[in-house]
């Protein structure tokens, strides 16, 4: 598909004051119904899963489940396309061993609703619950602002997605046609465990910048929470029920505080570098690859990075604001020298030296600068443009300590 034709989602969160607990309990029902019909037909073939998915197993499911359901029949499809959504994320999780051979349970409350079941006019959505009987009506006040700022104008019926409606809020999302804005250069990018290095090139005005945000409040945040966890398991190991309790409340609050800070530190990085493309490393499985060594260590160090949550925040954003996300192979890019091509057997200590050139600059650095270069022979270009302004020290923004993180108190 091409990048001008992409269609970029955004969700904005609502809160409501309707109660729709007990349509929301009959739409779980109908879902986890639809659910144990599509898992009871399911057929086995060298213990792979094989869905059913005919037309007329289907037109089947769908009169079964009409027989049940005394709301707008839309919700009826909505429920079957989120049992299979279901079904094939668990058959893809077992087929990686990551999954049990049981059925899926549902365990959150919420009720996908289908563009056809809505109508928006003048910043107020009205959602069908039962046709020409019972409308649930939701002022986006609160949130249209934002949204005519992201998308430029103000919004239509055609810029709405689906909605989820939870008990006590709604999950409003939006799309908009990927535009492509003109670029001054790239970021080569590398996500490390304490800092996220980047190598700026200014194409118009032949300038190479290194910059490097300090993002150990990130893993000072992990361990925190690790100890924590530690603590709890320790003490509580005879009282299971209440261990459990205790591990998704702090679990739920370290995924809280990252996520915060990452969203804050991605959305500063665009704003302040939309004109510019972003390149990464490739690190797709990247913990399931680095989890098949038996050193305790390295899993521990291995569970405190954020690779992924990083680039996906910083691609989504770029996309939205109009710049391109690019991925390459992230082989040997702190082993190679940038100058020679000469790779180094062992990665040991902060500073790269190269023995066949001499050349010697900090490892992240190098990686940055390689990364940068597989970047440019994707286009036939090798190698950096000659510079007279290039920039070897970096520029440290310390997220870390600086005004982001004062509110930000470990509990």
């Not at 992201?150 to 046609?177: A, H, M, Q």
């Not at 500073?351 to 990686?367: H, I, L, S």
């Amino acid at each position: 598909m091409q990048r001008n034709s992409l269609r970029i989602v955004k969700a904005y969160k609502l809160k409501h004051s309707h109660d729709i607990s007990q349509f929301i309990t009959d739409y779980l029902n109908i879902l986890r119904y639809a659910i144990w019909f599509i898992w009871n037909d399911i057929t086995w073939k060298n213990d792979k899963p094989i869905i059913p998915s005919t037309r007329d197993f289907k037109r089947k499911l769908r009169n079964e489940l009409k027989s049940r359901w005394c709301y707008a029949s839309h919700y009826v499809d909505s429920a079957i396309k989120q049992a299979y959504s279901i079904l094939k994320s668990w058959r893809k999780r077992y087929s990686k061993g990551k999954a049990e051979k049981r059925i899926p349970v549902i365990k959150r409350r919420f009720v996908r609703v289908k563009s056809t079941l809505f109508t928006y006019s003048d910043g107020v959505i009205k959602v069908t619950i039962k046709p020409y009987e019972e409308y649930l009506v939701i002022g986006l006040s609160p949130i249209i602002d934002r949204i005519s700022k992201d998308l430029g104008r103000y919004p239509c019926k055609s810029d709405f997605g689906e909605l989820i409606l939870k008990d006590n809020e709604v999950i409003v999302t939006v799309r908009k046609n990927f535009t492509r804005r003109k670029v001054k250069g790239f970021i080569a990018w590398d996500v490390n465990l304490r800092t996220l290095d980047g190598l700026k090139v200014d194409l118009e005005n032949n300038v190479i910048e290194w910059i490097r945000f300090d993002v150990s409040y990130l893993y000072h945040v992990h361990r925190v929470y690790e100890l924590k966890r530690r603590k709890i398991q320790k003490k509580l190991h005879k009282k299971q029920k209440l261990m459990r309790r205790l591990l998704r409340k702090y679990s739920r609050r370290e995924s809280s505080r990252v996520n915060d800070y990452l969203h804050k530190l991605t959305i500063f990085i665009v704003r302040e570098f939309n004109e510019y493309d972003h390149i990464f490393e490739d690190l797709t499985h990247i913990k399931e690859r680095i989890a098949s060594t038996r050193s305790r260590h390295v899993n521990r160090v291995n569970a405190k990075h954020d690779y992924r949550k990083i680039q996906k925040m910083i691609e989504h954003k770029a996309l939205w604001s109009g710049c391109q996300v690019y991925y390459v192979k992230p082989h040997y890019t702190s082993r190679t020298c940038p100058r020679c091509g000469f790779k180094v057997k062992t990665r040991v200590g902060q500073v790269f030296k190269c023995p066949r050139c001499n050349f010697e600059a900090d490892r992240q650095f190098v990686a940055v600068w390689n990364i940068a270069m597989k970047y440019l022979q994707m286009w036939g270009i090798r190698g950096l443009p000659e510079s007279p302004q290039r920039v070897m020290t970096p520029q440290t923004l310390c997220w870390g300590k600086g005004e982001l993180n004062k509110n930000h108190k470990i509990s």
